[in-house]
């Protein structure tokens, strides 16, 4: 009976007393490292990793049986049925034993995990069956080059010797020269209630072409096996890696060995594997809306936010695929920004210059979509309307009217000469500072946005103003002129395509698992984001506007400079401005944040990066914009509401007792006198020098020639690296590339956004909201920029500006 008791490592492999035969489970090498299917039967962290289900089967040919182990990965949960046929000496079945498994494993950052498995066997002898037993795994990887891994096991609830972990088994896995060969020792040592010796095995992989992995093992009772396996790659919507695998081997108890072999599927992308291929594969990416500068934090279940930089990393991942032929972008309803338009077409001309072919289907031709269209290899133009693009242009409201019929007054002061974000409330048109500089800023933009077009379309500038002149072309018109190259529906151009492209959705694509072989901490580039108007405290983000707070950018600040797996930052600004005292802060903040713990550091600029959005890059580091971002504005504006007439109307009188002459400056019951007028605008002239001593220290600009970048004028990204207020006309992966070679990342790296915001059922309110509020948004955005509550200075930019 106690050769029967002594029943130990069911997982990975099961052992008998004398009388019965050694058998092996699938190749699992070490408890340190494993790569195969099977791999939580050796320690259960390796369940971690698998975004999507995978299925495999695996059997082992003993002298006389057949074993057979089958799995199933769900949410990174292992699945595991495993058979066991035992037989004695003279080859005959004594008994069956079935395992049911369970395992989980959590890897955090790469570098440490902890899993924990659950067995429980059935079995025609009534010693092995109706037994629980849990296993707990621990793994250890501080270093790429090396890997630990503890493994107690055999923890049992019933039939148990000891009521404790049976065994323990202490891994250790080496890569001296890189990750394509692994060597491994193991030492499994058994409780003193057990009369077995302890046990120790040394293991190596290699890696010798195309994903294709030789192993093997040997151990202190003189078993020995081998194995080779091989994955192939095969896609359609999703990647499949098919991984095939045989093993040999030998143990002392059985002279004429065994073999094993089997398979898995695995939904995951292997660049090393070889590919099966029999049509060429498109990405389809649809374009109807914006996709968020931030990413939300990903809670509830595993679903990767669609935000702009998951767009253009996924089109440079694209670009570098080889099992990507092309790309197919439908465009309809285009909410980029200009800046970011730019950096989209940049994207698509990368792939174009990688081999791939770029098909645009243009939809709808308003100025920004035909803009997009224009970096496409070939445009398809719908059938069913005109084709229009008529320039670009800004539109300013003004409220002055509404507010004296209403009896309400704006008194404000500013300081520069362009600084005009009080005209909409003071005035009733432009002033011709603010004309003149609107006007050059628009012309500057249109140039960009004609001459883009004219090189990608090989046309003239003349066959541009033409257009413009018209107003509109028919499809064959704008076919004939080489505005477009064809005119069909969508659907007619996918559909002459099927027979020879299978589309891979651009969403699955960027979703898609990649599999990772290193080992150690995945070093990580921050992305931090000021997103919206800029307002002292905390910031809020929801379906109609996003602002951020000086406390949110200083908890941002902190998670990447005081996080040593970060090793540089990138901030990312697309804000007109807001709070002078909050923009202040979060500058002197980066400061301090970058003297305790030196990083590199660098800006990006979205659509727009101006007053307040400037400010607080003036640190001296280096900054990316677009040509097309919208930018400077260094000026200053302070005011207050004065509803003294709205009171006399509605017969509303006020009383006030004050303990100073200026105790009652900001109240709204009356005008402002002409000496409050003058304390108002020396607090002006003063922050605006605070302003301007920014720019000069941290862009290296004379104090003579300050006034020709400052005095609130705004400039185009363009314009503005011609001035010396950004180094480079370029965008968001531009940036994060400059930080990863200023801090030495040589291997792959991930991107973390900061802050995170949001759980997943937000967003699916999120969306809810976005579908019924979509007609009152316009409204919406302009009451949130001009929310800023108890703010009394303000760096903020004139207007709305929005490129149409």
Request: aromatic share 14%.
């Amino acid at each position: 009976m106690k050769k029967f008791l002594l029943l130990l490592l069911i997982i990975p492999y099961i052992a008998f007393a004398s009388n019965t035969k050694y058998y092996n489970p699938p190749q699992v090498l070490s408890s340190a490292y494993s790569a195969d299917s099977f791999s939580s039967l050796a320690n259960p962290v390796f369940t971690q990793g698998y975004n999507y289900p995978f299925l495999a089967y695996s059997f082992v040919k003993n002298s006389s049986n057949y074993d057979h182990f089958a799995l199933v990965n769900i949410l990174d949960f292992d699945f595991i049925y495993s058979n066991y046929n035992l037989s004695s000496d003279d080859g005959v079945l004594r008994e069956k034993v079935s395992l049911y498994s369970i395992n989980r494993g959590f890897l955090f950052n790469n570098s440490f995990g902890i899993g924990i498995g659950y067995t429980t066997t059935s079995s025609t002898y009534e010693a092995l069956d109706s037994n629980r037993i849990w296993h707990v795994g621990f793994l250890l990887r501080p270093f790429s080059f090396l890997s630990f891994g503890v493994v107690l096991r055999d923890y049992r609830d019933k039939s148990a010797v000891v009521k404790n972990f049976e065994t323990a088994t202490y891994s250790v896995a080496l890569r001296p020269f890189g990750e394509n060969l692994t060597w491994t020792a193991d030492a499994t040592f058994f409780s003193k209630d057990l009369d077995f010796d302890n046990y120790y095995s040394f293991g190596f992989e290699a890696i010798v072409y195309s994903g294709i992995a030789f192993t093997a093992k040997y151990d202190s009772d003189k078993n020995f096996s081998f194995g080779l396996s091989s994955p192939f790659s095969f896609r359609k919507e999703r990647p499949l890696i098919l991984s095939l695998n045989a093993n040999g081997g030998k143990n002392h108890r059985d002279e004429q060995g065994f073999s094993s072999g089997g398979f898995a599927f695995i939904l995951s992308r292997d660049d090393n594997a070889i590919r099966f291929y029999d049509r060429e594969k498109f990405l389809y990416l649809r374009v109807n809306g914006n996709f968020a500068e931030e990413n939300p934090q990903q809670q509830f279940i595993m679903i990767r936010e669609r935000n702009f930089h998951s767009l253009i990393d996924g089109l440079r991942c694209a670009a570098n695929d080889e099992s990507i032929n092309g790309l197919v972008i439908d465009i309809d309803s285009v909410a980029f920004g200009f800046a970011q338009i730019q950096e989209l077409r940049r994207e698509l001309i990368i792939l174009r210059k990688r081999g791939k072919r770029v098909i645009a289907l243009l939809n709808y031709s308003g100025n920004k979509e035909y803009y997009l269209a224009t970096a496409a290899d070939k445009i398809y133009f719908t059938p069913n309307s005109t084709f229009a693009i008529t320039g670009l242009k800004m539109q300013a409201y003004f409220f002055k009217g509404l507010m004296d019929k209403a009896g309400v007054k704006y008194e404000s002061v500013s300081k520069g000469r362009y600084k005009s974000f009080n005209e909409q409330f003071t005035r009733e048109n432009m002033s011709d500072a603010a004309r003149e500089n609107l006007k050059e800023l628009l012309e500057d933009l249109n140039n960009q946005y004609v001459s883009d077009i004219v090189e990608s379309r090989k046309i003239t500038e003349d066959s541009v103003k033409e257009l413009f002149a018209a107003g509109f072309y028919e499809p064959a018109t704008a076919k004939a002129k080489g505005f477009v190259d064809e005119v069909m529906h969508r659907d007619s151009v996918t559909e002459s395509m099927v027979e020879a492209v299978d589309f891979v959705k651009f969403e699955h694509y960027i979703e898609e698992y990649q599999k990772v072989r290193s080992w150690g901490a995945i070093p990580e580039i921050a992305v931090i984001h000021v997103t919206g108007s800029i307002v002292s405290g905390e910031g809020a983000a929801n379906s109609f506007s996003t602002t951020t707070g000086d406390y949110d950018y200083r908890e941002s600040l902190n998670r990447a400079f005081m996080d040593d797996n970060i090793k540089g930052v990138v901030i990312r600004i697309d804000s007109g401005g807001g709070s002078a005292a909050a923009s202040d802060f979060m500058w002197n903040y980066l400061l301090v944040m970058k003297k305790r713990f030196p990083k590199p550091v660098v800006f990006s600029f979205g659509n727009m990066a101006a007053s307040g959005g400037y400010y607080i890059s003036c640190t001296g580091d280096r900054i990316f914009a677009e040509k097309g971002t919208i930018t400077g504005s260094i000026g200053v504006v302070a005011g207050k509401v004065s509803l003294a007439r709205l009171y006399s109307m509605l017969g509303i009188s006020t009383e006030t007792i004050k303990m100073s002459d200026f105790a009652d400056i900001f109240s709204e019951s009356r005008d402002l006198t002409p000496k409050e007028k003058e304390l108002f605008q020396k607090n002006i002239d003063f922050i605006y020098d605070r302003f301007t001593e920014r720019v000069i220290e941290a862009r290296g600009i004379s104090k003579e020639d300050i006034s020709s970048v400052a005095e609130g004028k705004i400039h185009s990204g363009k314009a503005a690296r011609e001035n010396k207020l950004v180094d480079e006309n370029k965008g968001l992966l531009a940036a994060i590339e400059y930080v990863r070679n200023l801090s030495g990342i040589e291997s792959s790296y991930q991107v973390r956004h900061l802050p995170e915001r949001g759980s997943y059922l937000q967003r699916i309110i999120k969306k809810s909201e976005e579908s019924v509020w979509s007609d009152i948004k316009p409204l919406l955005k302009i009451i949130q920029r001009y929310n800023i509550p108890d703010e009394k200075v303000l760096y903020i930019t004139p207007y709305i500006i929005e490129i149409e």
